[in-house]
């Protein structure tokens, strides 16, 4: 299975739709989304936001090669932030 907490497995759909690692292309979609899609996205991060931070900024925060699902799930807080 994929190496991310258990209490975030719900948000895998979103960190493979959202989580697009590149900046400029994160952005864009963020951009581009349904002004009910971003807020409504934005409060599902909020909603996990504890879980999210433990993990983020956890032991694989110093790896040199994070796995995909952490670049992932990083890429998708921040296009979060970015909204």
């Known amino acids: ?3 991310i907490p258990d209490a975030l497995y719900p948000l ?3 960190a493979r ?9 994160r952005e864009q979609l963020a951009i581009k989304a349904p002004d009910c899609v971003r807020e409504s996205f934005k409060r599902l991060i909020e909603q996990n936001d504890d879980v999210l931070d433990d993990w983020l900024s956890g032991e694989e925060a ?4 994070p796995t995909d699902a952490y670049v992932a799930f990083s890429a998708m807080r921040m ?3 970015f909204m």
């Not at 739709?17 to 292309?25: A, L, N, V």
Request: glycine share 4%.
């Open 17 to 25: 739709f959202w989580g697009i690692s590149d900046d400029w292309q």
């Open 79 to 81: 296009c979060a932030d």
């Open 62 to 65: 110093l790896s040199a090669q």
């Open 1 to 3: 299975m994929i190496d």
């Open 12 to 14: 895998i759909p979103y």
